[in-house]
């Protein structure tokens, strides 16, 4: 038998996932503007090194293309 309080915490908790999915795509939106990777890409962390391996190279160029791609798709919607 479900007491009010057993709704309260369903509620509650629904509440909640709402509120950190609603965060994070609010993050993933604001991490995505060219402003914010022009001035991540800025900040030396954020760099690549040049004398990676040429392996290494070609996986980072394939993740930016996926990368890309799913951008561009999201867009689309």
């Not at 190279?57 to 293309?65: A, M, N, T, V």
Request: hydrophobic residues 30%; proline residues 3%.
């Amino acid at each position: 038998m479900a007491t009010r309080n057993d709704g309260d915490r369903k509620n509650g908790a629904r509440n909640d996932d709402e509120r950190r999915q609603r965060l994070a795509a609010g993050l993933r939106r604001q991490f995505g503007t060219e402003a914010t990777i022009r001035f991540l890409r800025a900040l030396p962390a954020f760099r690549t090194e040049n004398d990676i391996p040429d392996r290494l190279k070609e996986l980072l160029d394939r993740l930016d293309g996926i990368e890309s791609s799913v951008a561009a798709s999201r867009r689309r919607r």
